[in-house]
C-alpha cells in the first residue's frame, strides 16, 4: 500500500485548500483512513479521520466546523477541504491508513503518505 499526499501550498489566513491522497494497492483492508500534521518541533496530531464501515467522521477539536474529511471510494482518493485557515494550522499534512481500527493516535496507523505543507500567513 503506497499513498501519495497532495495540494498543500501557501494561504492567506481565512482562505481554503483541499488536501488529496491518492491510495495505491490494497486499500480494502483498511478500517480507517486519516489525517495528521505536525509543525516543526512539535508531534504530529491527529486532524480527522474517516472510517469505512460507519462512512463516520472525527474531527480534532480546533479544527471542527472548519475541515471537511470525504472519500472518493470509486478512486481511492481521500480529501481533506479546509476552509477558514489560521496560521496556526501551518504544518506539514499526512494522510495515513489504519487496519486497527483506532484512529486518533499516531501509533493507530499502519502506513503513511509523504506529508504535505500547508502554511497559513496571517
Known amino acids: 500500500v503506497q499513498l501519495q499526499a497532495s495540494g498543500g501550498g501557501l494561504v492567506q489566513a481565512g482562505g481554503s485548500l483541499r488536501l488529496s491522497c491518492v491510495v495505491s494497492?490494497?486499500?480494502?483492508?483498511?478500517?480507517?483512513m486519516g489525517w495528521f500534521r505536525q509543525a516543526p518541533g512539535k508531534e504530529r496530531d491527529f486532524v480527522a479521520a474517516?472510517?469505512?464501515?460507519?462512512?463516520?467522521?472525527y474531527y480534532a477539536d480546533d479544527v471542527k466546523g472548519r475541515f471537511t474529511i470525504s472519500r472518493d471510494p470509486a478512486n481511492k482518493v481521500l480529501y481533506l477541504q479546509m476552509d477558514n485557515l489560521k496560521p496556526e494550522d501551518t504544518a506539514v499534512y499526512y494522510c495515513?491508513?489504519?487496519?486497527?481500527?483506532?484512529?486518533?493516535?499516531?501509533?493507530?496507523?499502519?502506513?503513511w503518505g509523504q506529508g504535505t505543507q500547508v502554511t497559513v500567513s496571517s
Open positions: 494497492g490494497n486499500a480494502y483492508s483498511s478500517t480507517v
Open positions: 495515513a491508513m489504519s487496519r486497527t481500527g483506532g484512529l486518533r493516535s499516531v501509533a493507530d496507523y499502519n502506513y
Open positions: 474517516f472510517r469505512w464501515g460507519t462512512r463516520r467522521t
